[in-house]
Structure formats: C-alpha cells, structure tokens
C-alpha cells in the first residue's frame, strides 16, 4: 500500500512539474522521490532535499550519483529550518513540496517525523509555494505516532483558509495504510 500512495504522488507530481521548476524534497529517506522530481524538473530546475539522518542524505547522494544527476541541493538538517535553509529567493517560486511522513525504511524507527516539526514545515512551505503550487504529504498510521501525526495535519488543514488553498485526503479502505494529502495553493 506504501508503493501505492507513493504512485499516486508521482502520477500526480509528473501531470503537474515543468522542465525547469523548482521542488523541495521535505523528507528524502532513501531517496526515491527525490530523484523523482530531480528527473521530472530536469537538468535546468532544482530540487532541495532535506533529512535528518546522514545515511538517508548519503543514500539519496549515491541515487543521484548513479544517474548523473546534479540538480539537487541535498541539506542534512530538519525541515522545519526551511525557512531559514532555503534562500528567500524561492519564496513563491516552488512548484511542489513533498512530505513522506514516519520513519526511513531499512532504519532505527525511533527517527521518525513529529507532527509539530512537520506542520512547521508545511506552514513553512505554503510560502515558497507558487501560484498552482501543490504539497503532497504521505502519512503512515502503522508506527507508534504515525495516527496522531495524520489527525494533526489534517486538523490543520480544516483551518486552513478555503479562498486561499484547498486540499483534498486520499484514503484507501485497507486497514493501516497510509493517506495522502494534496494541498494546493490556489
Ligand atoms: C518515510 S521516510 C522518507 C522516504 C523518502 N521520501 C524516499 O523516497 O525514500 C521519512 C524520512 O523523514 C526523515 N525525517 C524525520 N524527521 C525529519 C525532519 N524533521 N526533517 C527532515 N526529515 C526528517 C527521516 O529521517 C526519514 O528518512
């Protein structure tokens, strides 16, 4: 169900990336979506990437590496710093923001996303958002956490102003698999 959620991202994410956009990788683990959208923005856009963890950077770098790809800034700190880590002239300028909530696969799953870095984060991004810009999060409820982490964001979600954003909550009807939100700013 992970590989499912995970599809319905990048089927979504590669109607809506150009050549030549920008996009942020707000939790790159293994670094499968951010390869993803290095290749769907291509040579001429940039993606930055975030994770807490060393190996989840150095994991993404060897993925990247693999394909000569070098269109991604790869920041080994906590998304919540994005702000502060992303240059402010990219502010309005992304054209997506992922988010693939909980721990990375194959590592110690005590190093797990927490909702209040996460909203953080999400608030964080609505500003480098463009116009039509969308952040997709993938939110697991199997681990310790994981359930409280997906009723956070989607309470601040229903806060969010309607004129100003609307999102939308993919679920499948299989017990313990993940959501998915897509928010886009209108
Ligand atoms: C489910 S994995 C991401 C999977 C990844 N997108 C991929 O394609 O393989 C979640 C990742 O979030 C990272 N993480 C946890 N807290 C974080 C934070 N505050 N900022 C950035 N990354 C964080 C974890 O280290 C973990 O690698």
């Known amino acids: 169900m992970k590989t499912r959620m995970t599809n319905l991202v990048h089927e979504l994410l590669a109607g809506h990336l150009r050549p030549k956009d920008k996009a942020i990788d707000a939790t790159a683990g293994n670094g499968h979506d951010t390869l993803f959208l290095a290749k769907a923005v291509g040579g001429q856009g940039m993606v930055f990437a975030f994770d807490i963890q060393p ?13 000569q790809i070098e269109n991604v800034r790869l920041i080994l700190a906590g998304h919540e710093r994005m702000g502060e880590l992303v240059s402010k002239e990219y502010l309005g300028q992304i054209a997506a923001i992922t988010f693939n909530l909980g721990y990375r696969p194959g590592s110690d799953k005590s190093l797990v996303t927490q909702p209040e870095t996460t909203l953080t984060a999400i608030e964080c991004g609505l500003n480098y958002l463009k116009p039509n810009g969308l952040v997709t999060i993938v939110a697991y409820v199997g681990h310790p956490g994981g359930e ?27 017990p313990q698999s993940p959501c998915t939100f897509v928010l886009r700013k209108l």
């Open 148 to 174: 409280e982490e997906a009723n956070a964001v989607r309470n601040w979600l229903e806060k969010l102003d309607k004129k100003l954003f609307d999102w939308k909550l993919y679920e499948s009807e299989a």
């Open 55 to 67: 190996e989840a950077i150095e994991q993404t770098r060897a993925k990247l590496t693999q394909e």
